[in-house]
């Protein structure tokens, strides 16, 4: 069965994507994980599992963040915690993390952002005791394509939303701000980008929080066109990232990716249904922040 998981940012647009179709939520808090639409607390997360667990559905928890000593001093109350409340996942990628849920009861997906582009690092953390693992946004399909026949756990892959190439613990923004003399909000909320100095249409958005500072890509990916391709090949686990896409807009896409896996299922889809899914979720993108399908359709000779 395809599962269907969408980050969320309020109480309230959690239940919108359930009953759109959404099958899985990602949430968590911005101590520990890394770029959500919301940091929600303590009592919006239990709230938020006891919800979805009424409806057959599922949460995962981000604890994916960059842990230095005095975030892994923390990591043990917050642990104690998801342990109480049971979320169906937590999402790892930091090692002293994975090390101390050996004293907790709460399976781990293993996302190491740009670190996991080969079977053998996926079965590596299987072996240690992860259920799942996030895929590199960098790897092209024919390079997926080898990759799912040696792995026995299910892989994640971003279907939709905005993909980051960098993120340094460095506060860049605020040095730049500060060196040039200017006040200037930093957040994502202030909507910075940054250009190429000959292509002044690209649009890589930045902004820091207390990770540090983060940039994405040109273009967000959609990969709506590309589903039954990768149901196909084995890919059933399929994320939308609303972190730029936000309010009702990304839960009207998100019911799009979610009548694309029904129809997928029941072996109704094809190309007119694709055309058509496309131009919906395109009535919804945020204006001004383009679409592509990142390195899906790349040659991988090309990019080494």
């Given at each position: ?120 690092q996926i079965n590596f953390w299987q072996k ?177």
């Open positions: 069965m395809i599962e269907l998981i969408a980050t969320a940012e309020s109480m309230a647009q959690a239940e919108d994507l359930f009953a759109a179709g959404v099958d899985t939520l990602y949430i968590g808090e911005e101590e520990f994980g890394l770029r959500l639409p919301h940091s929600f607390s303590r009592d919006e997360q239990k709230a938020l599992i006891e919800m979805a667990h009424a409806q057959g559905k599922k949460v995962n928890v981000a604890v994916n963040g960059i842990m230095h000593p005095d975030k892994m001093k923390k990591i043990p109350e917050y642990l104690t915690f998801l342990a109480e409340v049971k979320p169906d996942h937590v999402v790892v990628g930091d090692t002293g993390v994975i090390y101390l849920l050996q004293e907790y009861d709460l399976p781990y997906i293993y996302d190491a952002e740009t670190l996991v582009t080969n079977a053998r240690k005791g992860a259920v799942g693992a996030v895929l590199a946004r960098e790897v092209p399909f024919e390079e997926m394509q080898q990759l799912r026949q040696y792995v026995d756990v299910p892989v994640e892959v971003l279907v939709y939303g905005a993909t980051c190439i960098h993120q340094s613990k460095r506060p860049l923004l605020d040095n730049y701000f500060n060196y040039t003399k200017q006040a200037e909000e930093t957040s994502k909320e202030r909507g910075l980008f940054i250009s190429e100095p000959k292509k002044a249409d690209t649009h890589y958005s930045i902004y820091e929080d207390q990770h540090g500072t983060h940039i994405f890509a040109d273009n967000d990916l959609n990969l709506i066109q590309e589903l039954a391709e990768l149901a196909q090949a084995g890919y059933q686990t399929w994320k939308l990232d609303g972190l730029f896409t936000p309010g009702a807009d990304f839960t009207a896409i998100a019911k799009v990716f979610a009548e694309a896996k029904g129809a997928i299922e029941k072996g109704t889809w094809n190309e007119a249904e694709a055309i058509r899914a496309q131009q919906e979720i395109q009535k919804y993108h945020p204006v001004g922040r383009g679409m592509d399908t990142g390195f899906y359709h790349l040659d991988p000779t090309a990019i080494k």
